[in-house]
């Protein structure tokens, strides 16, 4: 199958590769300056920060801690349900820590809002957002993302860890989902 950005099943690429790379090393040193000195944990959320965690960890020049949850608010479907469950809790205690958040989209901004409050609850001591993408239009709840990888329109994006029914993930870019495929 070829998922390129032909129309059929990927309408238009709206990041590419070497944009997601390039960004990525851009916001690692940022990182790295203003995390020095600080005991810093990634928390990656699943399944949709996998490629993003993975690489930005990488461009990181120092030691970090890493750690998963996942969390939903999405069915099957493209749109949220407006309820937040967690599917899989973190394996270390935050009590303490400077925790920033990796997340593969900033949509309507319910699910990060929740989870920056519970891990705040937890006694972390600072909570921040990283985001590779981020739709100002679609936000509902206002969740202050301190990295932002690329704002995009309202649309419906797959590629580097986005899924449509758990496909798309493994492109390595961003793109536009064809609309015959969910509608």
Do not use: C
């Given at each position: 199958?070829?998922?390129?950005?032909?129309?059929?099943?990927?309408?238009?690429?709206?990041?590419?590769?070497?944009?997601?790379?390039?960004?990525?090393?851009?916001?690692?040193?940022?990182?790295?300056?203003?995390?020095?000195?600080?005991?810093?944990?990634?928390?990656?959320?699943?399944?949709?920060?996998?490629?993003?965690?993975?690489?930005?960890?990488?461009?990181?020049?120092?030691?970090?801690?890493?750690?998963?949850?996942?969390?939903?608010?999405?069915?099957?479907?493209?749109?949220?349900?407006?309820?937040?469950?967690?599917?899989?809790?973190?394996?270390?205690?935050?009590?303490?820590?400077?925790?920033?958040?990796?997340?593969?989209?900033?949509?309507?901004?319910?699910?990060?809002?929740?989870?920056t409050e519970n891990l705040l609850s937890r006694g972390?001591?600072?909570?921040?957002?990283?985001?590779?993408?981020?739709?100002?239009?679609?936000?509902?709840?206002?969740?202050?993302?301190?990295?932002?990888?690329?704002?995009?329109?309202?649309?419906?994006?797959?590629?580097?860890?986005?899924?449509?029914?758990?496909?798309?993930?493994?492109?390595?870019?961003?793109?536009?989902?064809?609309?015959?495929?969910?509608?």
């Open positions: 199958m070829d998922l390129s950005a032909d129309g059929k099943e990927i309408e238009k690429i709206i990041v590419s590769q070497e944009q997601i790379q390039s960004r990525l090393k851009e916001l690692a040193a940022q990182i790295v300056k203003d995390y020095e000195g600080r005991d810093l944990i990634l928390i990656g959320v699943l399944k949709g920060a996998i490629m993003a965690m993975a690489d930005l960890s990488r461009y990181l020049q120092r030691h970090v801690d890493m750690d998963w949850m996942a969390v939903t608010s999405y069915g099957a479907g493209t749109k949220s349900s407006g309820v937040v469950r967690i599917l899989k809790d973190l394996d270390n205690d935050i009590l303490g820590r400077e925790v920033l958040i990796v997340e593969d989209i900033l949509d309507t901004g319910l699910t990060l809002s929740w989870l972390a001591k600072s909570v921040s957002v990283f985001t590779v993408l981020r739709k100002p239009d679609a936000a509902t709840v206002k969740v202050e993302a301190k990295y932002v990888g690329f704002d995009i329109p309202s649309e419906f994006v797959v590629g580097y860890g986005l899924d449509f029914n758990q496909k798309y993930r493994n492109l390595p870019f961003i793109g536009v989902l064809a609309k015959h495929l969910y509608s």
